[in-house]
């Protein structure tokens, strides 16, 4: 059974830093891309940051380049996100994505979430 389980959200004053976590388990987690996602109320989920699975290649949307950072450690099943210089439009439910691709067929995987609030 594949299991992703997300850490490390909360409540942060604008400017802070959080750490997300997100734990794997039931899948050969170093053939995985893994992807941050988050969705705001009211919004759709958008891609966040996203690591190849070897960790050489990331990519970031625009409104987060330079102040997040993604990463992983393949020994331990756990993709990271570093969030610094908070903003209250970061506010969002986190989610941790695993994906691999296999000719025609996708194979994803989604965390439960984890609610971070940037606020004053």
């Known amino acids: 059974q594949v299991q992703l389980v997300e850490s490390g959200g909360g409540a942060v004053q604008p400017g802070g830093s959080l750490r997300l976590s997100c734990a794997t388990s039931?899948?050969?987690?170093?053939?995985?891309?893994m992807s941050w996602y988050r969705q705001a109320p009211a919004k759709e989920r958008e891609l966040v940051a996203r690591?190849?699975?070897?960790?050489?290649?990331?990519n970031y949307a625009d409104s987060v380049k330079g102040r997040f950072t993604i990463s992983r450690d393949n020994a331990l099943n756990t993709v990271y996100l570093q969030m610094n210089t908070l903003k209250p439009e970061d506010t969002a439910v986190y989610y941790c994505?695993?994906?691999?691709?296999?000719?025609?067929?996708?194979?994803?995987?989604w965390g439960q979430g984890t609610q971070v609030t940037v606020s004053s």
């Open positions: 994505n695993a994906h691999h691709r296999v000719i025609t067929w996708n194979y994803d995987y």
């Open positions: 039931g899948l050969t987690f170093s053939i995985y891309a």
């Open positions: 690591i190849t699975s070897d960790g050489d290649t990331t």
